[in-house]
C-alpha cells in the first residue's frame, strides 16, 4: 500500500521570491515539487527551474559518497572513500596548518542556499572557533545594500503584495520575469489594472519587451539618470515640500549638486535623449503630485559597476522628493531583508573568536589565493574550504581564480551536490545533501514571509547537511564547546529571535507546521518619515557617507573601463560587456540539469546589428569575445535588444559544459565598487571577433 504526503518546504535559492513549497513524497521518494496556493506570494506558482526540483535532487550525477582527488588539479579525477577517511584527512590537514596560523585557511561559500541553517550557523562557528580568516560575502548585493542604507537607514521598502495597486512602476536595472517571477506577477496586474511599467536597462530583457517603455541607458550610468530626474524634479517643482521638510535631511545641499545635472547633461553621459530624461521626471514627479502612487522596483544589476553604491543611493533619493512613500503602493524596493530579526549572533557565534583574524573579499580570490604571505597580508592562503558556492564559475577574472585552485599545496575541499567547476581541483570532495533533504529556516529579500523547511526525505547516498559535516569536524578537531552540539532544529529556533526593535514573536514548530509567518511590518513604512537613520530622517545629505570619506550628497561615479574614464582601453575595447542571469539557471546553479540546459541552448552573445556588421560577424557565427584580462568564446546572435555599443552574455554556464572550457567570468574584473566592496561584473570592456572555423 503506498505511503503519500505532503511536506511544507522552502525554495533555497538566491532569489527574491522565496517561494513557499508543497512536496509530495510517496514511500519514501519525492515525486513532485509544487508551489503553495496559500502563500500569499508563492500563489502556487514556481519558476521552470525548481518545478523541477526532483530531477535536480534524483540526477544521475549526484554526488552521494565522499571523494579524494587521484589525479592532476582540474582533472576531476576521484576515488571514494569513507566519511572517517575524509574527517581525518581534513582534520589533520587544518589542525597542522592552524597549529603555525589558522589565518591560512580561508572558508568560501554564498548562497547556494539562502538558508539560515544550512548557510551560515554551524560552518561560522567551526570557523569563529578554529581563528580561520573571514570571508567577506560581497559578491552580490552590498554595494547596493551600503548605498540604501545610507539614504534609507535599512533595507526596508515597499511591500511586494502593494504592487499591483501602483500607477507607475519603473523597472530599473532588472529582469524579473527571470529573476523575481512574482514580482513581475504583480506588475502585470498593476499593467491590466491600467499602471504603467517602465524598464530601465541596457538591455532589451524579456521584462523591458513587455513594459511599455524602454529606456537603454549605457551600463553604469544609473546615477546620472538619477540625478538628471532629481533636476527636472526640483526645476519643475514636481516635489512633496511637505514631506521632503518633515522627513528628509539635505534638501538645499541636493538642490545644488542636482543643478548641474541638466537633462543634456544626463541624456549625453547615458546615452539616451534628452525627452527621455524630461518625459520620464514629469510622468514620475507628476503623477505622484496628484496623489497617484508611484513605486521602483531596482535589482543589483544596477550596482554592479565602479559606482554602483552611490547608483542605488541617488535612485533612493526619489521618492521622498516627490512623497511616493505616503502610499503603500509607492517607494522603491530594492530588498525587503532589512525587516527581519535575524538572530545571526546567536547562529554564528563570533564569540568564539580568540582574536580578530584578517578579512580576504570573496570577489578577490584570483589575486589572494595566488598572493605569498606577507606583513601586510598575512600568511598564504593554504586551504579552503568551499560550500554553498562554485567559484571557478562564478568569481570574476577567471583564469587568475582557476590559477589559485590550480597550485598543487593548496588543500581545497569541497561540499557538493554535483561535480562542479570547483569539484574538479578539490582534493576531498563531500555530499551535501538538497533542500528537499535537511532542516532550515529562511528569511526573504522579496518579500515578508518568515519560512521553514521541513527535511521532505532521507538523505540520498550518504549524503550529509553542511551544519552535520561541520559538527563532526568540530569533533575531530576537539572543539569542545556546546554550541557544536545543537542540532538543525535549534538552530533554527534561533532564527528569529532577536531581542531588540524589531522583535516578533516566533515558534519555530509552529512555523514548521504551517510553513510561513508574515513580519509585522506596516503597510506603507515610511509614510510619516520614521527612517532607520542616524537623523530619523531620509538623508539626501549624509553626515555618515562623510565620516566615511564619501561624498555625502548624491554624485555620478563613471565607470573604471569607459571612454570617459580611460579612452586608451576603450579605444582597444570598444565594447561595453553585460552578463546578466540566463532564465534557465540561477547563477551557476541548474546549469547541469540537462532540460534546463537543453532549453537554454548554448552560450551566447548579443550583439547589436551595427556592431556585428562592423566586425563582419553574422548572426549564429562563433565570436571571441576577449580583453586583456582572458577571453571565452559564444554564439553571436545579431539583435537589437543589445543597444549599439553593448554586448551582452547571459551567464553563468559552468565551463565544463562551454565549448571552450570558459565563461564570461573570464573578461570580467577583480576590481571593487566605490562602496560595500562589492565586484564590477557589469563594468567590463571587451573586443569580439568571428572565430575562424
Same mark, same amino acid.
Given at each position: 500500500?503506498?505511503?503519500?504526503?505532503?511536506?511544507?518546504?522552502?525554495?533555497?535559492?538566491?532569489?527574491?521570491?522565496?517561494?513557499?513549497?508543497?512536496?509530495?513524497?510517496?514511500?519514501?521518494?519525492?515525486?513532485?515539487?509544487?508551489?503553495?496556493?496559500?502563500?500569499?506570494?508563492?500563489?502556487?506558482?514556481?519558476?521552470?527551474?525548481?518545478?523541477?526540483?526532483?530531477?535536480?535532487?534524483?540526477?544521475?550525477?549526484?554526488?552521494?559518497?565522499?571523494?579524494?582527488?587521484?589525479?592532476? !588539479?582540474?582533472?576531476?579525477?576521484?576515488?571514494?572513500?569513507?566519511?572517517?577517511?575524509?574527517?581525518?584527512?581534513?582534520?589533520?590537514?587544518?589542525?597542522?596548518?592552524?597549529?603555525?596560523?589558522?589565518?591560512?585557511?580561508?572558508?568560501?561559500?554564498?548562497?547556494?542556499?539562502?538558508?539560515?541553517?544550512?548557510?551560515?550557523?554551524?560552518?561560522?562557528?567551526?570557523?569563529?572557533?578554529?581563528?580561520?580568516?573571514?570571508?567577506?560575502?560581497?559578491?552580490?548585493?552590498?554595494?547596493?545594500?551600503?548605498?540604501?542604507?545610507?539614504?534609507?537607514?535599512?533595507?526596508?521598502?515597499?511591500?511586494?503584495?502593494?504592487? +499591483?495597486?501602483? !500607477?507607475?512602476?519603473? =523597472?530599473?536595472?532588472?529582469?524579473?520575469?527571470?529573476?523575481?517571477?512574482?514580482?513581475?506577477?504583480?506588475?502585470?496586474?498593476?499593467?491590466?489594472?491600467?499602471?504603467?511599467?517602465?524598464?530601465?536597462?541596457?538591455?532589451?530583457?524579456?521584462?523591458?519587451?513587455?513594459?511599455?517603455?524602454?529606456?537603454?541607458?549605457?551600463?553604469?550610468?544609473?546615477?546620472?539618470?538619477?540625478?538628471?530626474?532629481?533636476?527636472?524634479?526640483?526645476?519643475?517643482?514636481?516635489?512633496?515640500?511637505?514631506?521632503?521638510?518633515?522627513?528628509?535631511?539635505?534638501?538645499?545641499?541636493?538642490?545644488?549638486?542636482?543643478?548641474?545635472?541638466?537633462?543634456?547633461?544626463?541624456?549625453?553621459?547615458?546615452?539616451?535623449?534628452?525627452?527621455?530624461?524630461?518625459?520620464?521626471?514629469?510622468?514620475?514627479?507628476?503623477?505622484?503630485?496628484?496623489?497617484?502612487?508611484?513605486?521602483?522596483?531596482?535589482?543589483?544589476?544596477? +550596482?554592479?559597476?565602479?559606482?554602483?553604491?552611490?547608483?542605488?543611493?541617488?535612485?533612493?533619493?526619489?521618492?521622498?522628493?516627490?512623497?511616493?512613500?505616503?502610499?503603500?503602493?509607492?517607494?522603491?524596493?530594492?530588498?525587503?531583508?532589512?525587516?527581519?530579526?535575524?538572530?545571526?549572533?546567536?547562529?554564528?557565534?563570533?564569540?568564539?573568536?580568540?582574536?580578530?583574524?584578517?578579512?580576504?573579499?570573496?570577489?578577490?580570490?584570483?589575486?589572494?589565493?595566488?598572493?605569498?604571505?606577507?606583513?601586510?597580508?598575512?600568511?598564504?592562503?593554504?586551504?579552503?574550504?568551499?560550500?554553498?558556492?562554485?567559484?571557478?564559475?562564478?568569481?570574476?577574472?577567471?583564469?587568475?581564480?582557476?590559477?589559485?585552485?590550480?597550485?598543487?599545496?593548496?588543500?581545497?575541499?569541497?561540499?557538493?551536490?554535483?561535480?562542479? #567547476?570547483?569539484?574538479?581541483?578539490?582534493?576531498?570532495?563531500?555530499?551535501?545533501?538538497?533542500?528537499?533533504?535537511?532542516?532550515?529556516?529562511?528569511?526573504?529579500?522579496?518579500?515578508?514571509?518568515?519560512?521553514?523547511?521541513?527535511?521532505?526525505?532521507?538523505?540520498?547516498?550518504?549524503?550529509?547537511?553542511?551544519?552535520?559535516?561541520?559538527?563532526?569536524?568540530?569533533?575531530?578537531?576537539?572543539?569542545?564547546?556546546?554550541?557544536? !552540539?545543537?542540532?538543525? #532544529?535549534?538552530?533554527?529556533?534561533?532564527?528569529?529571535?532577536? +531581542? #531588540?526593535?524589531?522583535?516578533?514573536?516566533?515558534?519555530?514548530?509552529?512555523?514548521? +507546521?504551517?510553513?510561513?509567518?508574515?513580519?509585522?511590518?506596516? #503597510?506603507?513604512?515610511?509614510?510619516?518619515?520614521?527612517?532607520?537613520?542616524?537623523?530619523?530622517?531620509?538623508?539626501?545629505?549624509?553626515?555618515?557617507?562623510?565620516?566615511?570619506?564619501?561624498?555625502?550628497?548624491?554624485?555620478?561615479?563613471?565607470?573604471?573601463?569607459?571612454?570617459?574614464?580611460?579612452?586608451?582601453?576603450?579605444?582597444?575595447?570598444?565594447?561595453?560587456?553585460?552578463?546578466?542571469?540566463?532564465?534557465?539557471?540561477?547563477?551557476?546553479?541548474?546549469?547541469?540539469?540537462?532540460?534546463?540546459?537543453?532549453?537554454?541552448?548554448?552560450?551566447?552573445?548579443?550583439?547589436?546589428?551595427?556592431?556585428?556588421?562592423?566586425?563582419? =560577424?553574422?548572426?549564429?557565427?562563433?565570436?571571441? =569575445?576577449?580583453?586583456?584580462?582572458?577571453?571565452? =568564446?559564444?554564439?553571436?546572435?545579431?539583435?537589437?535588444?543589445?543597444?549599439?555599443?553593448?554586448?551582452?552574455?547571459?551567464?553563468?554556464?559552468?565551463?565544463?559544459?562551454?565549448?571552450?572550457?570558459?565563461?564570461?567570468?573570464?573578461?570580467?574584473?577583480?576590481?571593487?565598487?566605490?562602496?560595500?566592496?562589492?565586484?564590477?561584473?557589469?563594468?567590463?570592456?571587451?573586443?569580439?571577433?568571428?572565430?575562424?572555423?
Amino acid at each position: 500500500m503506498t505511503s503519500t504526503q505532503v511536506v511544507r518546504a522552502t525554495c533555497p535559492h538566491d532569489c527574491p521570491d522565496t517561494c513557499a513549497l508543497l512536496v509530495t513524497v510517496e514511500d519514501g521518494v519525492a515525486t513532485a515539487v509544487k508551489g503553495d496556493p496559500d502563500h500569499p506570494t508563492t500563489a502556487g506558482v514556481l519558476c521552470t527551474k525548481v518545478s523541477r526540483y526532483t530531477e535536480r535532487t534524483y540526477h544521475e550525477e549526484r554526488l552521494l559518497y565522499p571523494l579524494r582527488r587521484v589525479g592532476k !588539479k582540474g582533472e576531476g579525477k576521484f576515488e571514494r572513500i569513507s566519511w572517517d577517511e575524509a574527517l581525518d584527512t581534513i582534520a589533520s590537514r587544518l589542525g597542522s596548518i592552524a597549529a603555525r596560523d589558522p589565518q591560512a585557511i580561508l572558508p568560501y561559500s554564498y548562497c547556494g542556499t539562502m538558508g539560515l541553517v544550512q548557510g551560515e550557523s554551524m560552518s561560522a562557528r567551526f570557523f569563529h572557533q578554529l581563528g580561520a580568516s573571514l570571508l567577506d560575502r560581497t559578491i552580490c548585493a552590498t554595494a547596493g545594500f551600503t548605498g540604501y542604507k545610507y539614504t534609507i537607514g535599512a533595507t526596508i521598502g515597499t511591500d511586494l503584495e502593494q504592487f +499591483q495597486n501602483a !500607477k507607475l512602476i519603473l =523597472i530599473w536595472g532588472g529582469n524579473p520575469i527571470a529573476s523575481n517571477l512574482h514580482f513581475w506577477t504583480r506588475a502585470q496586474e498593476a499593467k491590466r489594472r491600467g499602471a504603467k511599467l517602465i524598464a530601465i536597462d541596457p538591455y532589451r530583457s524579456l521584462t523591458a519587451e513587455k513594459c511599455h517603455q524602454h529606456i537603454a541607458l549605457l551600463p553604469g550610468t544609473d546615477a546620472a539618470l538619477a540625478l538628471g530626474l532629481m533636476h527636472v524634479l526640483i526645476a519643475e517643482d514636481l516635489l512633496d515640500h511637505d514631506y521632503i521638510a518633515r522627513y528628509t535631511v539635505g534638501f538645499e545641499e541636493l538642490k545644488q549638486r542636482v543643478a548641474e545635472w541638466t537633462p543634456e547633461r544626463t541624456a549625453e553621459t547615458c546615452g539616451i535623449t534628452v525627452a527621455e530624461v524630461v518625459e520620464l521626471a514629469r510622468l514620475y514627479g507628476g503623477m505622484a503630485k496628484a496623489g497617484e502612487p508611484v513605486a521602483i522596483r531596482t535589482n543589483y544589476g544596477v +550596482q554592479r559597476v565602479h559606482g554602483g553604491g552611490m547608483a542605488v543611493r541617488n535612485l533612493t533619493c526619489l521618492p521622498a522628493l516627490v512623497g511616493a512613500w505616503r502610499h503603500a503602493a509607492g517607494g522603491v524596493q530594492l530588498s525587503a531583508s532589512g525587516g527581519f530579526p535575524t538572530n545571526k549572533g546567536a547562529l554564528q557565534r563570533p564569540d568564539l573568536l580568540a582574536k580578530q583574524p584578517r578579512t580576504i573579499n570573496m570577489t578577490t580570490i584570483g589575486d589572494d589565493l595566488l598572493r605569498p604571505g606577507s606583513a601586510e597580508f598575512g600568511p598564504a592562503v593554504e586551504a579552503v574550504i568551499v560550500y554553498n558556492a562554485n567559484p571557478l564559475a562564478i568569481a570574476p577574472d577567471s583564469s587568475k581564480v582557476m590559477a589559485g585552485f590550480a597550485r598543487e599545496d593548496l588543500f581545497t575541499v569541497v561540499l557538493e551536490h554535483f561535480q562542479t #567547476d570547483t569539484v574538479d581541483y578539490a582534493d576531498i570532495v563531500l555530499p551535501a545533501t538538497t533542500q528537499l533533504e535537511h532542516v532550515d529556516a529562511h528569511s526573504a529579500y522579496g518579500h515578508l514571509y518568515m519560512m521553514a523547511n521541513n527535511a521532505a526525505i532521507a538523505p540520498l547516498g550518504e549524503a550529509k547537511p553542511n551544519t552535520e559535516v561541520f559538527r563532526l569536524l568540530a569533533a575531530r578537531m576537539g572543539f569542545t564547546d556546546p554550541c557544536f !552540539k545543537d542540532s538543525d #532544529d535549534e538552530l533554527a529556533a534561533m532564527a528569529f529571535n532577536r +531581542q #531588540d526593535a524589531r522583535a516578533i514573536h516566533f515558534d519555530w514548530d509552529a512555523l514548521k +507546521q504551517k510553513g510561513w509567518q508574515k513580519l509585522n511590518m506596516p #503597510d506603507a513604512p515610511f509614510a510619516e518619515g520614521g527612517f532607520p537613520t542616524p537623523s530619523g530622517k531620509c538623508e539626501f545629505y549624509s553626515a555618515s557617507m562623510a565620516a566615511d570619506g564619501l561624498d555625502p550628497l548624491p554624485a555620478y561615479i563613471a565607470p573604471y573601463e569607459s571612454v570617459a574614464s580611460n579612452p586608451e582601453l576603450a579605444q582597444r575595447y570598444p565594447l561595453a560587456m553585460i552578463s546578466p542571469p540566463a532564465r534557465n539557471f540561477l547563477n551557476s546553479t541548474f546549469v547541469n540539469v540537462k532540460s534546463l540546459r537543453a532549453a537554454e541552448g548554448e552560450p551566447h552573445l548579443d550583439i547589436h546589428p551595427d556592431d556585428s556588421a562592423a566586425r563582419g =560577424i553574422s548572426d549564429g557565427e562563433m565570436v571571441r =569575445i576577449f580583453n586583456d584580462r582572458g577571453s571565452f =568564446i559564444a554564439k553571436a546572435r545579431v539583435t537589437d535588444k543589445a543597444r549599439a555599443g553593448l554586448v551582452v552574455g547571459l551567464s553563468v554556464w559552468w565551463k565544463k559544459l562551454a565549448r571552450d572550457g570558459k565563461n564570461a567570468n573570464e573578461v570580467t574584473s577583480q576590481r571593487l565598487t566605490d562602496m560595500g566592496r562589492a565586484p564590477t561584473f557589469y563594468d567590463t570592456l571587451v573586443e569580439v571577433e568571428r572565430v575562424a572555423t
